[in-house]
């Protein structure tokens, strides 16, 4: 059983910036891709990012996605997300996400239904 854990949520001001940290524990994780989703009321689950076990990023293109950036640190268990000038439409629980699969095959990795584990979520509020 594979749990994720986010952190770094929490109150930022329109402009400003966070860093959403994901830690899987429960499994030796490797060959996992992770990535990262949004879910605000009333809309439907929003991928952002994901990367892939050798490091290779997944992103729609799409500037307003441009100021969100995966990272994942090398052999740990660990990804990232930094969220750059954040706008009160950013509001939303922020959900890390991983799959049993090293890499990403052509047109996977942006559906919720392909990844096997998620975190609880941390919120994020963007005041105006």
């Known amino acids: 059983q594979v749990q994720l854990v986010e952190s770094g949520g929490g109150l930022v001001q329109t402009g400003g910036s966070l860093r959403l940290s994901c830690v899987a524990s429960?499994?030796?994780?490797?060959?996992?891709?992770m990535g990262w989703f949004r879910h605000s009321p009333g809309k439907e689950r929003d991928f952002l990012a994901a990367?892939?076990?050798?490091?290779?990023?997944?992103s729609f293109a799409d500037p307003e996605k441009d100021r969100f950036i995966i990272s994942r640190e090398s052999g740990k268990n660990t990804a990232y997300l930094q969220m750059n000038d954040l706008k009160p439409e950013d509001t939303a629980v922020y959900y890390c996400?991983?799959?049993?699969?090293?890499?990403?095959?052509?047109?996977?990795?942006?559906?919720?239904?392909?990844?096997?584990?998620w975190g609880q979520g941390t919120q994020v509020t963007v005041s105006s």
């Open positions: 996400v991983a799959r049993d699969r090293p890499e990403f095959g052509r047109n996977e990795g942006y559906r919720p239904q392909e990844y096997d584990y």
């Open positions: 429960g499994r030796t994780f490797s060959n996992y891709t």
């Open positions: 990367i892939s076990w050798s490091g290779a990023k997944l």
